[in-house]
C-alpha cells in the first residue's frame, strides 16, 4: 500500500490562480519532500520539510506539515503556464533508508 | 556541468532479451537509486547503493540486477525474467541514503519490449 496519497489525482485552473495539492500518509515519517515531473522528463527537488517543522516557503511554494493528521499541502501561488507539471509527495519510513512516492498530481496552468 | 546522465533516452529490445540501463552522476553522491515509473503512477523502487560495491533491494528488485563498481555509475540491467518490463526508468542520486537529503534525477530511460 501507499505511504503517501495526493489528492487531488488531476487538477486544472486558470493562470494566476493558486493551486494547492494535498498528500497524506500512514505513519511516522521524519520528513517529506515535494517533487515536480514535467512530461517525459526527471523529477525536480522542490521542498523538503522536517517532521518538527510546521510550514516552509520557496518563493512561490508554500508547503504545510500536519503531522498530528499525516497530511502536507503544497500551495502554488500566482500560477504560471510553466508550472503545467506533476507533483508529487514522497515521504520516508522512519528507520527506513529509502523514500516512498506518492502517485502524483496533474497540474494543468490554462492560459 | 554537474548532473546525472541516463542513455540512451529511448530503448527497444524484442521479449527474451537482457538489456542495460546506463547511469552516471558526477554529483560525488554516495547514493545512487533505480526507480520504475509506469504511466499515471508513481515512482517504485527497484535498487539502491548506499555505497561503491554495495547494494540493496528495493520494493520490485524482481527481474532487475545491478552493479556499483564505481563511484559515479550505477546500470541497471532488466533481465528477460522481467515478466513486464516496459516502462520509464529513472536514476536517482542523493548526498547519503538518508532521507534527510533531496535527490537528484535523471532525465530517464523509456525501455520498449515487444
Known amino acids: 500500500s501507499q505511504q503517501g496519497e495526493e489528492d487531488p489525482q488531476a487538477l486544472s485552473i486558470q493562470e494566476g490562480e493558486n493551486a494547492t495539492m494535498n498528500c497524506s500518509y500512514k505513519t511516522s515519517i521524519n520528513n517529506l519532500q515535494w517533487y515536480r515531473q514535467n512530461s517525459g522528463r526527471g523529477l525536480v527537488h522542490l521542498i523538503l520539510i522536517r517532521s518538527n517543522e510546521r510550514e516552509k516557503h520557496s518563493g512561490r511554494l508554500r508547503v504545510t506539515l500536519d503531522t498530528s493528521k499525516k497530511s502536507s499541502s503544497l500551495l502554488i501561488t500566482a500560477s504560471r503556464a510553466a508550472d503545467t507539471a506533476s507533483y508529487f509527495c514522497?515521504?520516508?519510513?522512519?528507520?527506513?533508508?529509502?523514500?516512498?512516492f506518492g502517485q502524483g498530481t496533474r497540474l494543468t496552468i490554462n492560459p | 556541468d554537474g548532473g546525472i546522465t541516463q542513455s540512451p533516452k529511448y530503448l527497444f529490445r524484442k521479449e527474451g532479451q537482457n538489456v542495460t540501463l546506463s547511469c552516471e552522476q558526477n554529483l560525488n553522491h554516495d547514493a545512487m537509486y533505480w526507480y520504475r515509473q509506469d504511466p499515471g503512477q508513481g515512482l517504485r523502487l527497484i535498487y539502491y547503493s548506499q555505497i561503491v560495491n554495495d547494494f540493496q533491494k528495493g520494493d520490485i528488485a524482481e527481474g532487475y540486477s545491478v552493479s556499483r563498481e564505481k563511484k559515479e555509475s550505477f546500470p541497471l540491467t532488466v533481465t528477460s525474467a522481467q515478466k513486464n518490463p516496459t516502462a520509464f526508468y529513472l536514476c536517482a542520486s542523493s548526498i547519503s541514503a538518508t532521507s534527510f537529503y533531496e535527490q537528484y534525477f535523471g532525465p530517464g530511460t523509456r525501455l520498449t519490449v515487444t
Open positions: 514522497a515521504t520516508d519510513i522512519q528507520g527506513a533508508q529509502k523514500l516512498v
